[in-house]
C-alpha cells in the first residue's frame, strides 16, 4: 500500500521561509521521481518541482531560485524547502509519484503566505 504524507505546512509572512515534508512507503523509493504539486483556491492544480532517482531536479519557473527539492533515499523522504515566499505561493501542496499502474498522491498541506 503506497502512503505519501506530507508535513511542515503553515501561515507564514511574504518572505519567509517554510521546508515542507514528505515521507513514502510503499514504494521502490530509490528508484522513484518525486514530484510536489500546488493547488491555489479556485485554481487548477500545478507543478512545482520534481527529483528524479538520480537527484536531476526540475521547476516551474514563478518558482525558480526561491524553492529547492531534495530527498533523503535513507529515510525514504523528500522535502521542498520555500524561501522568500510571496502571497501567490499560498495553496495546498501535494507529494506524488508515479507508479507502473498508477499515480499517487498525499494528502496535501497548507501553505498561507500573508501579505
Known amino acids: 500500500q503506497v502512503q505519501l504524507v506530507e508535513s511542515g505546512g503553515g501561515l507564514v509572512q511574504a518572505g519567509g521561509s517554510l521546508r515542507l515534508s514528505c515521507a513514502a512507503s510503499?514504494?521502490?523509493?530509490?528508484?522513484?521521481?518525486m514530484n510536489w504539486y500546488r493547488q491555489a483556491p479556485g485554481k487548477q492544480r500545478e507543478w512545482v518541482a520534481t527529483?528524479?532517482?538520480?537527484?536531476?531536479?526540475g521547476y516551474v519557473d514563478s518558482v525558480k531560485g526561491r524553492f529547492t527539492i531534495s530527498r533523503d533515499n535513507a529515510k525514504n523522504m523528500v522535502y521542498l524547502q520555500m524561501n522568500s515566499l510571496k502571497s501567490e505561493d499560498t495553496a495546498v501542496y501535494y507529494c506524488?509519484?508515479?507508479?507502473?499502474?498508477?499515480?499517487?498522491w498525499g494528502q496535501g498541506t497548507q501553505v498561507t503566505v500573508s501579505s
Open positions: 527529483i528524479t532517482s538520480v537527484g536531476v531536479t
Open positions: 506524488n509519484t508515479a507508479g507502473v499502474r498508477s499515480t499517487y
Open positions: 510503499g514504494i521502490d523509493f530509490r528508484m522513484s521521481a
